[in-house]
């Protein structure tokens, strides 16, 4: 197909007003855009700042131990350096700075003007932006976490932890949230937002990769939400999840945390290798090889990272079998990880390479990653670990691994995608000279504490005496850090300051292939016109492409309607299917965060009425938004786009990516559920009577509330049929019945635990059933607030037949509600009987 | 003449069938185990038992990835053609898909072994 201009359009008019729809609010508007390349900056510019603040926390720590029985610093403030420099570094720079490259990247990359939810993606951003400060700033007052980044309990359930294991708990389960909400963002906007053309076997090997870390999140995250809620229900209202003395037990907690913590260093780890598998064939000049085994290896590592939890619970004595089976699965990830490695090898082989900056950093972070690698398959043999457990052999090996496979990948890609940001470049020069001190200073930092380690140097202490063969090495290691911390203060200064005054330079300085270099940074809509896409690396075999995109001569090049718009596309082959208009400039998304961050911080120091006043703030706040700024009727049913194509403006059910939004979330939450599930059968496991001789909730009313909220789903479905059908009357008595019947089924669920007198802080298993149910009539609650949601949008005539969007989500929703219910009731109310 | 294969299926998520698996071997083996050391007994007291129950899990197991990775394979033209398949077109995807789900089932067949070994090594509850 080629790219004919029409000749009776008036381009300029149209150049026009597309800069106008899509443009940035100025002044301190500034703050309430939307728009993914405002956020995807915001994001990275508050990841990299983090991380600069946790590495002065890194410096810290080194600075203490560079001497024996130093006392720079008071145990105290020691034991909060050092866990908010693991907390920091993991959950608000590995994570996020990928979510901030992602939403920066994809939709240029993908073709589209936007990703398909983009006050989601500032709401995300705002959450973490408050969540993070609020972590961060702990530390000022003396407050800060102080148990280890992985909070282990008894420790951190103890009166010792102090407020700061709240603030870790609660402070990070509202970043998991904004994780969440990113992952919905990006799983939809790469599945159903591609330029058309751009089949799976075309994708950007970035989205692949994406793709499946996005997955990832979904199952790996809610396992540490549910962690987090038994976690703070025991500190705040003393259920004794993890206190053996009542039936609990600590381990439930290392299950529930490396679930999570597991597959997070993959999480981290895929996007890095993500962006050399962009970086890399630029530089090799040509395609990469291997591209099916590039996806290989990413679905691999994202499945097998999931059995790989127990390898960090290999010293607390569970039985030798499971060890096995997961020493096994360590072993094994090593291969499609290795896979990666080989297939750059061979495309550099293949090619002629370039080595600029970015392939330096990219080269070296691999070097340094391999060797982690290699002391990650030593660690993860029982009888090794056993030995190097929670000595500086772990740290060294973990730093191996995080710097190598992802600090370095992401300063390779800051050079790459700098001059995406404004047109203006980097420096070469100041990047090799902070390239080699970040080597040299990086191995000279770490490689030392693998011997540190196997002189049994435990990690965490806070200092150590002269005479046992520590000192020397640490010294080294501090020096080395200093080194390193030179060397990224280089690159610093060279964001911040040399940048100022400069000429704007060529966007596409290394002459890459693929389609995210055809933006222009001075423009915000994304791309200019959404091309049709014949190649891995359209700018490489599609001739004029540039050119003709730029001069809007492909799909979508108008904004007539002074809307927001981009195309949605199917999911295999990304044929033309609608024209999505998404949310524009707003200040609902910052109310949004802050309230729901009022929540959390307010619970934090058990600020009761102010934390039930901002939760209803927020609910409001987000009625609000929905209300008005999602499911808009069209004022016409379809839109031409150019090239004779005509597409719908509304979509529902599984065509909507509202639909695929609700699925992807309630995955998520279904995930959290079955972590909670799986805590009520652990203590099954670790007990002879689990129930600890209490009375259950009875069968009764635990049946009569799976019954009541059956009846509610039933009468979703009757609705959206009803609906559907034109027969408006019988849809509203139907939701409306729907909505008391889901009240009767939250106060049937309670009414359980609550008749046969459990008391939740008596003994964890009264603690675990309250735990479900409420966990059940919280959400079948939300159902009743949906269903009441779906009859105003009807009353108020924004829901009709034709346009039943809210309706079939909602249907969703209660589809997985039944789930919840069904397992919940079946566990409290039947497995109990069934012994 | 009947075909023994059933129809093919065009979807994203074929791709996944071998990993998943995988993954519920895995869970199966883990959690089996788990309980038969937790909870003596409910299991029976045989470790025997529970290594051969393994071996049935994993057996059957290497056989649904068999059957995944012969549908890959017939996805993917019998081998008829050859990577990079990375032509715009929707037989060029089928390829792909074809091969990359081959390879996957590759990795799962050898990830289902690895996973299967410790009960070919192991003879009891040892903690």
């Known amino acids: 197909m080629s790219a004919q201009p029409e000749p009776t359009r008036d381009k300029a008019t149209e150049e026009a007003q597309l800069r106008a729809v899509w443009a940035k609010p100025t002044g301190w508007r500034y703050w309430t855009s939307v728009n993914n390349a405002q956020v995807g900056l915001w994001y990275g510019a508050t990841a990299f700042a983090f991380m600069l603040f946790a590495g002065l926390l890194g410096l810290l720590i080194r600075a203490q131990l560079a001497v024996p029985q130093n006392d720079l610093l008071s145990a105290e403030t020691y034991n909060q350096v050092y866990t908010l420099h693991g907390t920091v570094m993991m959950f608000l720079f590995a994570v996020p700075i990928f979510e901030a490259v992602a939403i920066f990247l994809l939709p240029p990359m993908l073709g589209a003007r936007e990703l398909p939810f983009p006050r989601l993606g500032a709401f995300g951003f705002w959450s973490f932006l408050i969540g993070g400060i609020f972590v961060c700033g702990s530390i000022f007052f003396g407050v800060a976490p102080n148990s280890g980044w992985f909070m282990y309990p008894p420790l951190a359930t103890s009166e010792q932890a102090g407020i700061g294991a709240d603030i870790w708990l609660l402070g990070l389960s509202f970043i998991e949230v904004a994780s969440l909400a990113a992952a919905v963002e990006l799983i939809v906007g790469i599945m159903k937002c591609r330029a058309p053309g751009m089949r799976v076997n075309l994708m950007p090997l970035f989205a692949w990769y994406l793709l499946i870390v996005a997955g990832m999140i979904l199952f790996a995250f809610p396992p540490l939400i549910a962690g987090d809620l038994l976690f703070e229900l025991q500190r705040m209202f003393d259920w004794p999840f993890f206190d053996p003395a009542r039936g609990g037990d600590p381990l439930l907690w290392q299950h529930l945390f490396w679930i999570f913590g597991h597959p997070e260093v993959y999480i981290i780890f895929l996007p890095a290798i993500a962006l050399l598998a962009m970086i890399v064939p630029t530089f090799a000049r040509r395609p990469i090889v291997g591209y099916s085994w590039i996806v290989l290896a990413a679905v691999g590592t994202g499945f097998l990272s999931f059995g790989l939890w127990v390898h960090h619970m290999f010293a607390t004595g569970l039985p030798q079998i499971s060890l096995a089976f997961f020493s096994a699965a360590s072993e094994a990830v090593a291969i499609p990880t290795a896979v990666q490695i080989f297939v750059f090898i061979a495309t550099m082989l293949a090619g002629r390479v370039i080595f600029s900056t970015p392939m330096l950093f990219a080269m070296g972070g691999i070097a340094i990653f391999v060797m982690g690698g290699l002391t990650g398959v030593m660690v993860a043999l029982v009888p090794f670990d056993w030995q190097a457990h929670d000595t500086y052999f772990v740290v060294a090996h973990l730093h191996y691994v995080l710097i190598g496979g992802m600090l370095f990948p992401v300063f390779a890609g800051l050079y790459y995608y700098y001059p995406l940001i404004g047109g203006k470049h980097m420096s070469d020069r100041v990047g090799r000279f902070a390239f080699w001190l970040m080597f040299a200073g990086f191995n000279i930092t770490f490689f030392p504490m693998h011997l540190t380690g196997l002189r049994g140097m435990p990690r965490r202490v806070y200092t150590y005496p002269a005479d046992i063969g520590w000192d020397w090495l640490n010294l080294i290691s501090t020096m080395g850090a200093v080194v390193l911390g030179i060397g990224m203060f280089a690159v610093v200064m060279d964001v911040t300051l040399h940048r100022r005054g400069k000429p704007r330079g060529e966007v596409n300085p290394w002459n890459a292939g693929t389609l995210e270099w055809i933006s222009e940074p001075e423009e915000n809509w994304g791309v200019r016109s959404i091309p049709r896409i014949e190649s891995r690396y359209p700018l490489w075999d599609q001739e004029a492409l540039a050119r003709q995109v730029n001069a809007g001569d492909w799909y979508l090049p108008d904004a007539k309607e002074g809307r927001r718009e981009t195309l949605v596309t199917s999911v295999l082959d990304a044929e033309p299917e609608q024209v999505l208009r998404v949310g524009g400039t707003s200040y609902v998304t910052i109310i949004s965060a802050l309230t729901l961050g009022t929540v959390f911080v307010a619970l934090t120091f058990k600020w009761w009425i102010v934390s039930l006043i901002s939760g209803l703030a927020f609910m409001a706040a987000v009625l609000w938004w929905l209300w008005n700024g999602t499911g808009d009727i069209p004022e016409k049913d379809g839109k031409d786009i150019g090239h004779g194509i005509s597409l719908p403006l509304y979509a529902s059910g599984v065509k909507s990516v509202g639909w695929w939004a609700m699925f992807i979330t309630m995955t998520g939450d279904g995930t959290a559920f079955a972590s909670l599930v799986f805590g009520y059968f652990f203590f099954w496991t670790v007990h002879a009577d689990f129930t600890g001789g209490i009375a259950g909730p009875g069968m009764f009313w635990p049946m009569m509330a799976l019954a009541l909220f059956a009846l509610s789903w039933a009468a979703t479905l009757a609705a959206r049929e009803a609906n559907r059908r034109g027969k408006l009357a019988v849809a509203w008595i139907l939701l409306g019945s729907g909505a008391l019947t889901s009240i009767a089924g939250c106060a049937a669920a309670l009414a359980g635990p609550l008749t046969t007198g459990m008391d939740p802080t008596a003994h964890v298993y009264a603690a675990i059933v309250w735990t479900l149910v409420i966990w059940a009539a919280l959400h079948g609650a939300m159902g009743g607030i949906m269903q009441l949601y779906c009859l105003a949008r009807s009353l108020a005539g924004r829901l009709t037949a034709r346009h039943d969007m809210e309706l079939h989500n909602v249907a969703l929703y209660w589809h997985f509600m039944l789930v919840t219910a069904l397992v919940t009731f079946a566990v409290v109310g039947l497995f109990p009987e069934a012994l | ?127």
């Open chain 2, 1 to 127: 003449m009947r075909h023994p294969l059933p129809p093919e299926i065009e979807s994203l998520w074929t791709l996944f069938t071998a990993p998943v698996v995988w993954a519920l071997h895995f869970l199966a083996c883990y959690v089996t185990a788990a309980i038969f050391c937790a909870k003596p007994g409910l299991l029976g007291n045989d470790f025997f038992a529970l290594r051969t129950l393994i071996a049935g899990i994993t057996l059957l197991s290497l056989a649904m990835i068999v059957v995944a990775a012969l549908l890959a394979w017939r996805q993917w033209g019998f081998g008829t053609g050859d990577p990079p398949h990375d032509d715009p077109t929707r037989r060029d995807r089928l390829l792909f898909q074809g091969y990359a789900t081959l390879l996957l089932s590759g990795l799962s067949f050898v990830a289902v072994i690895f996973t299967a070994l410790p009960a070919v090594f192991l003879t009891e509850c040892l903690r």
